[in-house]
């Protein structure tokens, strides 16, 4: 008993700090111990983004460069939005998924991020505000009006057009969640 009482004085190695991955000869941090979803300074990780469902190194190539675009994107929108993002969803592994969204889904391509949105709309309604920065990133996303409902919002991103070629494009067939959350209306210039 004594041993365990006395581990807990000793003193921890800090945080371990492992770089992923190298753009423009800088690697981009990842901290083990850090979360995008309590501190607007950091960006979201791979950690966040992968959910624990798969290892990194056993992605195809394909995928881990879907990860790294998807990933700068929103760190992009992270930025200039300035407050606490939480990733509701990241990389989907489809063997064993039960989930209800859809089996085409580009998350399953390492291309596509939910970010909580609180039940408030507000990151739906900054989103609105600033299509024209989403569209320079190169982000599309599923109508608010799906994505924001009682119990459950958030704004889907993903970073492959939609057949539609729309910036935000209705996801399903199915009822909207909160049809009267806006118009729908935005300007098709920033359309692919």
Same mark, same amino acid.
């Given at each position: 008993?004594?041993?365990?009482?006395l581990s807990l004085f000793k003193k921890r190695e800090?945080?371990?700090?492992?770089?992923?991955?190298?753009?423009?000869?800088?690697?981009?941090?990842?901290?083990?111990?850090?979360?995008?979803?309590?501190?607007?300074?950091?960006?979201?990780?791979?950690?966040?983004?992968?959910?624990?469902?798969?290892?990194?190194?056993?992605? $195809?190539?394909?995928?881990?460069?879907?990860?790294?675009?998807?990933?700068?994107?929103?760190?992009?929108?992270?930025?200039?939005?300035?407050?606490?993002?939480?990733?509701?969803?990241?990389?989907?592994?489809?063997? *064993?998924?039960? *989930?209800?969204?859809?089996?085409?889904?580009?998350?399953?391509?390492?291309?596509?991020?939910?970010?909580?949105?609180?039940?408030?709309?507000?990151?739906?309604?900054?989103?609105?505000?600033?299509?024209?920065?989403?569209?320079?990133?190169?982000?599309?996303?599923?109508?608010?009006?799906?994505?924001?409902?009682? *119990?459950?919002?958030?704004?889907?991103?993903?970073?492959?057009?939609?057949?539609?070629?729309?910036?935000?494009?209705?996801?399903?067939?199915?009822?909207?969640?909160?049809?009267?959350?806006? $118009?729908?209306?935005? $300007?098709?210039?920033?359309?692919?």
């Amino acid at each position: 008993m004594w041993e365990f009482i006395l581990s807990l004085f000793k003193k921890r190695e800090p945080a371990k700090i492992i770089p992923f991955p190298i753009k423009n000869n800088k690697p981009i941090i990842h901290e083990e111990h850090v979360s995008s979803a309590n501190n607007p300074n950091y960006k979201i990780t791979l950690k966040e983004y992968l959910k624990g469902r798969a290892k990194w190194e056993d992605l $195809d190539t394909d995928i881990q460069k879907n990860i790294e675009v998807i990933l700068d994107k929103i760190n992009k929108v992270r930025e200039k939005y300035g407050k606490p993002m939480k990733v509701n969803d990241g990389l989907r592994i489809l063997a *064993g998924y039960t *989930g209800s969204g859809s089996k085409t889904s580009n998350h399953f391509k390492g291309a596509a991020i939910d970010i909580d949105d609180n039940d408030s709309g507000d990151f739906a309604k900054w989103c609105i505000a600033n299509l024209s920065f989403l569209a320079q990133t190169g982000l599309f996303m599923e109508d608010f009006r799906w994505t924001n409902g009682k *119990g459950m919002s958030w704004v889907h991103f993903q970073c492959i057009p939609p057949g539609s070629g729309k910036r935000v494009f209705v996801p399903s067939s199915a009822p909207a969640l909160d049809p009267n959350f806006w $118009d729908g209306k935005y $300007d098709s210039s920033l359309n692919a």
